[in-house]
């Protein structure tokens, strides 16, 4: 009765050019390694759960890239947004068609974006959260150490025990401001969330109708025709009149039941360019490059992705984003790249 939702409806802005809305950064080989993010995190899932199990839902346009990308998924695993509403509806319409196949059935929600190391403790962190869901109405996340105020984080103040495992979370607070963020690290008690959540289908459902009723009214009109071949044509009609937002502020902030294990993986989200600094080796001259071959000249401190692996040659060029796909290459200092998405949308227009 394990059945996981697999997020991949995002844009991954700040990955421009190399994500774009045609061809997302879960759709990407971003580090380098001969896999999509979303190729890998599936065969992660898989290996807790008979594969049929896993739904993925996604904006529509993304139906080809991802049968494309994962082949031995059925039509009827993928779940296909009309428009873009953020998680919580997502989530919740998953839910249901789980419930619908089996009323046990316990979920684990995943985002397809993430880049996680230590698959046997992610395995263990994931199976410890079933076992409790099992038989106990809680919401769980999994939480990362904190290592700065990042303020793209949803932040769990949890309640000091000994124990290592589960804890009560006393608050979620979903992307605070830079100065909540930076006494949420004086304090101490508080761990990011990681985005995994790991709940029965039934408690998720509920805390659905407790929080956010309108939505949970609008997704439960549909539940006749979930998992047959009306479905689509219910989205269409209904998808858009759901309000967007984020599972986060949608249920996290505001339950009461929800716990954090700490996770025993390596965990990164790839938010922006200076992520992959953590994930890959430097050259002597602490110069990054994916899928390309650098040659430095008094140069240090960028960060190269190159299409078709290509000859870099930088001459005294220091700390730069350098960056391109099939026809755009940019070129910004590393302290931007924050307003990448900004830049995207400036331009984006003109071709
Ligand atoms: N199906 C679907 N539909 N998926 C979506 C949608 C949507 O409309 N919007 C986003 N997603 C997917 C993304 O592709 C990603 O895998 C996941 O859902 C989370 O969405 P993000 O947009 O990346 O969320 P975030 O990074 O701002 O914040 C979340 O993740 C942080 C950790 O990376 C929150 O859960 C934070 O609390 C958390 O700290
Ligand atoms: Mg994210």
Known sequence: NH?????????????????TTQYPKQFQDILGVGSTLIQITFYRL?????????????????????????????????VLEPCMRNTAPSILLGALKIKKKNSDALILVAPSDHWIQGDLAFQENIEEAFEIVASE???????????????GYGYIKYKKDDADG????LRFTEKPSFKKAESFLEEGNYVWNAGIFIWSAKFILESFQKYQPETFRLFQKGVEVYN??????????NYQKAQSISIDYAIMEKSDSVYVIPAKFKWND???WRSL???????????????????????TGNIIKTKNNKVVVLDQLHDFVVVENDNVLLITPKDRIQEIKAIRDKVVDQF
Do not use: C
């Open 270 to 272: 790839l938010g922006t």
């Open 277 to 299: 600094e953590d994930e890959l080796i430097q050259d002597k001259q602490q110069n990054t490059i994916v899928n390309g071959r650098l040659l430095p000249l008094k140069s």
């Open 137 to 151: 109405d809680k919401l769980i996340t999994l939480g990362i150490e904190p290592t700065f105020p990042n303020t």
């Open 166 to 169: 589960l804890k009560p979370v």
């Open 3 to 19: 059945y996981a939702i697999l997020m991949a409806g995002g844009i991954g802005s700040r990955f421009w050019p190399v994500s």
């Open 46 to 78: 898989a290996k807790l759960m008979p594969a049929e199990n896993i739904i993925i839902l996604t904006h529509k346009d993304y139906k080809e890239i991802v049968k494309e990308q994962l082949p031995q998924v059925k039509d009827e695993q993928i």
């Open 228 to 237: 047959t071949e009306k479905e689509q044509e219910f989205l269409v009609e």
